[in-house]
């Protein structure tokens, strides 16, 4: 459920703002709203500091590279210290990089000058000799100059030819040709190898040292958190208004703690003023979680969704749906039993993590287990590829009964190939007289994906009907006349359920679904817009026609169950008949497994992916959609330490 909020307001005096703040933020109670935008020297010089903190994170990395032996991870060694220092060895590699980079920018251009030094060049100048250096283009006008003076040529390279010119008089001999001049160096080309050999020896110390220094990376993760709740404060100290005397903090409270916070404010001496939110307020959404609904944190967080603060808390019906989706998409019982056993491995190392994420992996487990031993899907065998496939099957086992049986036949993509079981089958699917002739297999093993293609619109008009009858009770809890536009939308997913069915399954449409049309259509253009909103929302009564469209495609949508899941389920069974005349030797065997190991992977990819793409959407789009359910809100999060 959607924790009630309180809109709180606490006065304190100016000079106690960094005691109050203290205090409010081991209560971890209040999620701030600021009532200025924080500005400051104070938080300017805090959000320096940890700029500087990260980046030194940033460049200590988690494990010692090979050959570099890590610094023990209990040395007594200051978190400061080891920012400090790590900031040092940023700014050491900072100038080698530039000084690597200059070097190799010099001797790129000279090092066709052989040991070229420019006090050499300055002694001869001083001697009355002229020194200049070019790179000539040959080819198109020989390079030459006017006047006496001496050419030396140093080798070529794609950029053209170098050359040294040496001249007398009262200035230097003019060149001539298509060239360009070079400028004497700074240094010679000697101090240049020197620089780029101590750069490359620097970069190399730099590296070695924040290697060893990743055994004590946690120092500098715990000093990230220290001046991550310094500059959390000074945030939030720069977001309160007031004069001399009184500082104001808002915030939002759930209001089960209201308690808490008054009883602090009469500790501490506050003002407190406590206020339901207005519509106008932007307020965040916390969740209150039970046993059976714990697994939504997970996947709230994985997908980065909340409800608004003002829309309802779909999180049993997501979860319920989300786990039949995802059981649907892997399809698999060995697919199943592998997340599980991973699931059981990292929790075990992992004990004290958050348990949401390992309830919500149980769950998915299990039903992707339950879906796959009522399809006797298995790694795609069969009984006829391998025979101990049988014994997995759980509708082979005589203590089933035999309505029990029927019912995991119907369900699967082809009939029993049993020949006395088929018979028994038959007689069941010929006891639907409202379906065609053709949903009634005709021989032992015959395919009838109809079922699961039937299957898949009834949960879509479950799925639909739960969330425009969830919406018919929110509309007249909020007493508006609109809720009678949603009993519309409710009939209409049945009666685009009864039309997908005769369109994509041939099921003949029963006579009431023409009435019960009619009967949306007079809701819908009566109900949609409430009177008092008729000028300015007219537009949405002639776009009620792309809507009752989009209600059509919202139930062809969850046909998608049906296509993924199956598709897994014909490459694992491709492969294995592709491969099973290797299965009569240890050689084959071993082959053929390396083989489907690579295909089952790739197929629990491509499940991983279906489940991201298709599950999310049916509940976030087509659900989301026939609830009214924007997924606005913004999680709350109280002002509190990150370092404990």
Not at 190 to 218: F, P
Not at 499 to 509: D, F, K, S, Y
Not at 520 to 532: A, D, G, K
Not at 589 to 618: D, Q, W
């Amino acid at each position: 459920m959607i924790t009630p909020m309180k809109k709180v307001t606490i006065l304190t005096m100016a000079g106690a703002v960094e005691e109050s703040l203290a205090a409010l933020r081991s209560m971890e109670i209040l999620h701030v709203t600021p009532l200025q935008n924080a500005s400051g020297s104070k938080l300017n010089a805090a959000k320096g500091e940890l700029n500087r903190v990260q980046k030194a994170l940033e460049n200590v990395p988690e494990k010692a590279p090979k050959g570099v032996t890590a610094v023990a991870a209990d040395t007594d060694v200051s978190s400061v210290s080891l920012v400090d220092e790590v900031q040092q060895l940023m700014a050491e590699a900072k100038q080698a990089e530039l000084d690597k980079e200059q070097a190799q920018t010099e001797l790129s251009k000279l090092q066709k000058f052989g040991n070229l030094d420019p006090a050499t060049a300055a002694a001869l100048i001083q001697k009355g000799v002229f020194v200049k250096l070019y790179v000539a283009d040959v080819r198109a006008v020989p390079f030459g100059i006017e006047g006496e003076g001496f050419v030396q040529e140093f080798g070529a390279d794609d950029s053209g030819t170098y050359y040294a010119v040496f001249s007398r008089g009262d200035s230097a001999a003019v060149a001539t040709g298509h060239y360009a001049e070079i400028p004497m160096p700074v240094k010679s080309l000697a101090d240049y190898r020197e620089m780029e050999a101590n750069a490359i020896a620097t970069l190399q110390r730099v590296e070695k040292r924040l290697g060893e220094l990743s055994g004590v990376r946690k120092q500098i993760e715990s000093r990230l958190s220290e001046v991550t709740d310094d500059y959390n404060m000074a945030e939030t100290a720069a977001g309160m208004v007031g004069d001399t005397n009184v500082s104001a903090l808002q915030g939002f409270c759930p209001a089960p703690r209201i308690a808490e916070l008054q009883a602090a404010a009469k500790k501490n001496g506050w003002g407190l003023m406590v206020d339901d939110p207005t519509d106008e307020d932007e307020v965040p959404t916390l969740l209150g979680y039970n046993k059976l609904t714990k697994p939504m944190q997970c996947l709230y967080s994985l997908i980065g969704i909340s409800p608004g603060y003002r829309e309802v808390d779909v999180s049993s019906v997501f979860l319920c749906f989300f786990s039949i989706f995802f059981a649907m998409i892997v399809g698999d019982t060995a697919y199943g039993i592998l997340f599980l056993a991973i699931t059981l491995f990292i929790r075990k190392k992992m004990p004290n993590a958050n348990s949401a994420g390992f309830h919500f992996m149980y769950l998915m487990s299990g039903t992707t287990i339950l879906w796959g031993a009522i399809n006797a899907s298995f790694l795609g065998f069969t009984p006829e590829i391998a025979g101990w496939s049988y014994y997995l099957d759980i509708a082979n086992y005589n203590f089933i009964p035999d309505s029990v049986r029927n019912v995991l036949y119907w369900i699967r993509s082809v009939a029993p190939s049993d020949p006395a079981r088929f018979e028994v089958y038959k007689q069941f699917c010929q006891g639907f007289t409202f379906l065609p002739e053709s949903f009634t297999p005709n021989a032992p093993g015959a395919s009838q994906m109809q079922h699961i293609q039937l299957f898949c619109f009834c949960i879509a008009v479950v799925h639909l009907s739960i969330a425009h009858a969830w919406n018919v009770v929110v509309r007249i809890q909020r007493k508006s006349s609109t809720f009678m536009a949603q009993v519309g939308w409710l009939m209409g997913a049945w009666v685009m359920f009864f039309l997908a069915c005769n369109m994509v399954l041939g099921i003949e449409m029963p006579g009431f679904v023409i009435p019960m049309f009619i009967a949306e259509v007079v809701l819908l253009l009566l109900f949609t817009v409430p009177p008092s909103r008729l000028k300015q929302d007219f537009i949405s009564i002639p776009m009620l026609i792309l809507d009752i469209v989009n209600s059509f495609t919202d139930v062809i949508s969850y046909i998608r169950l049906f296509a993924v899941g199956m598709s897994g389920a014909a490459i694992a069974e491709a492969f294995n008949g592709m491969l099973s005349p290797m299965f009569g030797s240890a050689i084959g065997i071993a082959g053929a497994a390396v083989i489907l190991l690579f295909v089952h992977g790739l197929n629990i990819a491509l499940a991983v992916m279906g489940v991201a793409v298709h599950a999310v959407r049916l509940n976030t789009l087509e659900f989301s959609n026939g609830l009214g359910l924007e997924w606005s809100g913004f999680a709350f999060t109280p002002f509190a330490k990150q370092k404990n």
